[in-house]
């Protein structure tokens, strides 16, 4: 499985940007996908997962209510649609997915995750 992460950009903040990550593979549906970022001198933390259905989902508290990850499961793509940008929200977003049995599996810890797509890089300023 490959993961291609797009959709960064610069904006101020309460701007609102949407962040896309297509993968390869006939098995996309089979597989929990999520979205952790990582801000220069710090430790990359979880952002958002979506379960393989898209019935289930899950959000860091510093972005729930802000940002809604969805995924399209015929183009083989997550969604990450994020508002009320903050600069705080400054990072290089990293998309992963794991193959997923279980709908309600939304794992928040990265070593759950198998594959991982290259960063794209979100600058907000204030």
């Known amino acids: 499985v490959q993961l291609q992460a797009s959709g960064g950009g610069s904006v101020q903040a309460g701007g609102s940007l949407r962040l896309s990550c297509v993968t390869s593979?006939?098995?996309?549906?089979?597989?929990?996908v999520g979205w952790f970022r990582q801000a220069p001198g710090k430790e990359s933390e979880f952002v958002a997962a979506?379960?393989?259905?898209?019935?289930?989902?899950r959000y860091s508290d510093s972005v729930k209510g802000r940002f809604i990850i969805s995924r399209d499961n015929v183009k083989s793509t997550v969604y990450l649609q994020m508002n009320n940008l903050k600069p705080e929200d400054t990072a290089a977003y990293y998309c992963?997915?794991?193959?997923?049995?279980?709908?309600?599996?939304?794992?928040?810890?990265?070593?759950?995750?198998?594959?991982w797509g290259q960063g794209t890089l979100v600058t907000v300023s204030s």
């Open positions: 992963a997915a794991t193959r997923s049995s279980s709908s309600p599996y939304v794992p928040s810890v990265k070593g759950s995750y198998t594959y």
């Open positions: 979506i379960g393989y259905s898209g019935d289930n989902t």
């Open positions: 593979g006939r098995t996309f549906g089979s597989y929990a």
